[in-house]
């Protein structure tokens, strides 16, 4: 065997062990299932079966790697969880904002156990110190790391085994001086102040995100913009960024392999630190770093082998970095334009002007576009399949994006970053330059917004069509690899795909458009959204979530997706933020013809909001002032005028949607004394759905209105919170009445069809 595909091999059966140790084997069995790998890596070393005792090898180190690495790292955190204590945090980096005062990534110690990384929560007094500070709390603890029954958490994959929860003071002491480990992300964070100075506001937050992944400063807009045109890349530092740097400091080293080892070798060490060692990062900057090496040594270069390695030893770093979603993105963008890029550019290649012409001179240039195209179609082969499974979500118009802003990113990236470090000395002069050099940041924001108007631009993976679909998709592709013509390949593969993405938006709009009312409480987190369809008329009762994507994008998109562009009704049962943060979201991406408001004399500051939103966008505003029959399509809806009075879940109103002998009921937060009311003021009989009150508060969905409308399926609205919903008492009486319960946080969207 080959010494690279030795290589190759060892580093790819140590890969998949990892892997199949954090998702599929028993975690106390770790240690003994690779002592048992040993005894066929014996065999086939006494058989001399080279490639055999090379992958049991490797399979037998990650296994035995995999339960050292929890028995020695883990068990710091595993002494603290639970646990209320005094600690000492060492922070790693500046401290950022949260909705209830800061956090920061730290180093932990506590009552003479080891160091352990974790993320300290406190008030806003965090944001007053820097790297290097010691802290000194009380704090609750809790283990963030692998665990029997939850298999692992987000915060574990990225080397974080245990969050702090400061309470009382904190006791903060100064070094004299910063830690030389802090260093690099202290001037990271600098680079990144400095870029946003000196450009302007419009596209600081977009640049400082290009160069230094810090997303802080961009705007919900722009996100949800660059997510639905597949650009969200652009702003996670990753291979893309690195080869960005690398290419320009070869303009300053030459080609010369020992001056750009000399130049690039330290640069991309101090980069990757500076952003956040994260491992996509780390990844990126390992297998630049590969790349370097076998051009310095002369060694022919072999990707798969520098690629495995580079994820062997990002593995070695931390084993459960093997669930973290950024890494498996990362590898998977670079291992497919390994595998699909050359081949597709070889294809692309041959495609060229006649001989002779007067375009012909337009080669060179033509070919530098199938070059874009082939490095979009490798990165994207294998990670549309992993976003599809992960976010439920694909973009159709990414390969278009990516071909018309790579080359102004490439450019954007490097006039970004040697601007932020003149801003360093010369503020003046950068934001004089920067001015200029805005346009560029323009341009890639303007296609964003200009292409993410573009109906079906994003395909979202909910209902039974689309997953179908891609998987379909899929499938043709890799039946295609073997069909002999290219030209009939590419053709087929186009024209199939066309007909199925067409075939399943076809299939999802009339499945809209069937029955009598459709349902959906979708998937926002911790909020309610609850669409209405009927007859092609559309209905939104509330509008908000702390979902990772805007809760008004979910709507719109949920939306878009079954072919409405325009909103019929929008009826918010109250202002909490829970319940309207998508507002203005949903407002810039759909037409909402009229907007139903209780008067309520909580949240007055929302209102005013809500009202001018609904001015500058021409929608109607009926204030419910008393109950109201509102027509949709072959459906009605009574909404009920508040109740109650004390506080804005109490002066809330509620809505009973109606389609022949169908009945469901949405209560927004009103708790159980309002639903008293309402019993008694509705009449409301039995309903087949209700929507949890309060996401499944224990003051909400009483036994009274159980008893009064006997629901057959009860559908909570809930995501992550510190509340405790749904409550163990609602779901007793949820089944007490023989109720089935379906919960967004398990299941994601919920869609209900009556016919």
């Known amino acids: 065997m080959r010494a690279p595909r030795r290589g190759a091999a060892l580093f790819s059966a140590f890969s998949a062990g990892v892997f199949l140790a954090v998702y599929l084997l028993p975690v106390g069995w770790w240690p003994l299932l690779g002592l048992i790998a040993l005894a066929p890596a014996g065999l086939c070393l006494w058989r001399r079966w080279e490639a055999g005792t090379l992958l049991c090898l490797g399979l037998a180190a990650a296994l035995l790697w995999c339960g050292a690495f929890r028995a020695v790292f883990f068990a ?17 980096e500046a401290a950022t904002p949260t909705p209830y005062g800061a956090m920061v990534p730290c180093w932990v110690t506590g009552e003479g156990r080891g160091l352990v990384r974790g993320t300290l929560y406190a008030g806003e007094e965090l944001l007053d110190l820097s790297a290097g500070d010691r802290v000194t709390a009380v704090c609750d603890c809790q283990q963030t790391a692998l665990r029997e029954e939850t298999r692992f958490d987000s915060a574990a994959t990225k080397g974080v085994f245990v969050t702090l929860r400061a309470r009382g003071t904190l006791e903060v002491a100064h070094p004299e001086r910063t830690p030389w480990w802090c260093l690099p992300r202290q001037w990271g964070q600098r680079l990144a102040g400095s870029i946003t100075r000196a450009f302007p506001e419009d596209v600081a937050g977009l640049l400082t995100a290009l160069v230094t992944g810090d997303k802080a400063g961009m705007s919900q807009e722009v996100r949800t913009d660059l997510a639905r045109t597949g650009m969200s890349h652009l702003v996670a530092v990753s291979g893309m960024h690195v080869c960005f740097l690398v290419s320009l400091l070869t303009l300053f080293t030459g080609y010369s392999p020992r001056r750009r ?56 770093l931390d084993p459960f970095s093997a669930a973290n979603i950024g890494l498996q993105l990362s590898f998977g963008a670079v291992a497919g334009m390994a595998l699909v890029t050359g081949r597709a550019y070889a294809r692309l290649s041959r495609i060229r002007f006649p001989a002779g012409s007067r375009w012909a001179r337009l080669d060179p240039l033509l070919c530098r576009v199938w070059e874009l195209i082939a490095a979009s179609l490798g990165a994207l082969c294998l990670t549309v399949p992993l976003s599809a499974y992960y976010f439920g979500t694909f973009s159709l118009l990414a390969p278009l994006t990516n071909l018309l802003v790579l080359p102004v990113a490439s450019a954007l990236f490097a006039v970004t970053l040697l601007l932020g470090l003149l801003g360093l000395f010369w503020p003046a002069g950068a934001a004089a330059l920067a001015a200029v050099a805005a346009w560029l940041g323009r341009y890639v924001l303007w296609v964003g917004r200009s292409l993410s108007a573009v109906p079906y631009c994003q395909i979202t993976l909910e209902g039974p069509y689309y997953p179908v679909a891609l998987g379909a998709l899929l499938l043709l592709g890799a039946i295609l690899l073997g069909w002999r013509s290219q030209r009939r390949r590419l053709w087929l593969f186009a024209v199939c ?85 998508g507002l203005d979201a949903l407002f810039r991406r759909m037409e909402v013809r009229e907007l139903i408001l209780p008067r309520m004399d909580q949240d007055e500051d929302s209102q005013l909001h809500i009202l001018a939103l609904a001015r500058d966008e021409g929608a109607k505003v009926t204030w419910l002032d008393r109950d109201m029959e509102v027509p949709l399509g072959e459906s009605r809806l009574r909404v009920f005028a508040p109740l109650g009075d004390g506080g804005a879940n109490e002066e809330g109103a509620s809505v009973l949607v109606r389609s022949g002998r169908f009945q469901g009921l949405i209560t927004g937060d009103m708790n159980t004394a309002v639903e008293r009311k309402l019993v008694e003021h509705a009449r409301l009989g039995r309903c087949q759905v209700l929507v949890a009150g309060h996401h499944g508060s224990r003051y909400a969905s009483g036994q009274e209105l159980l008893e009064a409308i006997r629901p057959e399926s009860v559908l909570i609205s809930v995501g992550e919170n510190s509340y405790g919903h749904p409550a163990q008492d609602t779901l007793d009486r949820l089944a007490q009445v023989g109720a089935e319960v379906y919960r967004t946080d398990e299941m994601g969207t919920i869609t209900v069809q009556v016919n």
């Open 261 to 316: 080892c000399a130049v690039c070798v330290p640069v991309l060490v101090f980069f990757a630190l500076a952003v956040g060692a994260s491992p996509s990062v780390l990844r990126a900057c390992l297998f630049q770093l590969a790349l370097l090496l076998a051009d310095l040594t002369g060694r022919e270069e072999d990707r798969w082998t520098t690629l495995t390695g580079a994820l062997a030893l990002l593995l070695l």
């Open 76 to 92: 710091p955190a595993e002494a603290l969880d639970g646990r209320r204590t005094q600690v000492t945090a060492v922070l790693s």
């Open 497 to 581: 795909g066309a007909l199925v993405l067409g075939g399943s938006g076809l299939a999802s709009w009339v499945s809209l458009r069937t029955g009598t009312l459709t349902l959906a409480v979708l998937d926002v987190g911790q909020g309610q959204s609850v669409a209405l369809f009927s007859a092609g008329e559309t209905a939104l009762v509330d509008c908000g979530g702390n979902s990772d994507d805007d809760p008004g994008d979910v709507c719109a998109n949920f939306l878009d997706q079954r072919g409405c562009r325009v909103l019929d009704k929008l009826i918010l049962t109250h202002y909490h933020t829970d319940h309207v943060c």
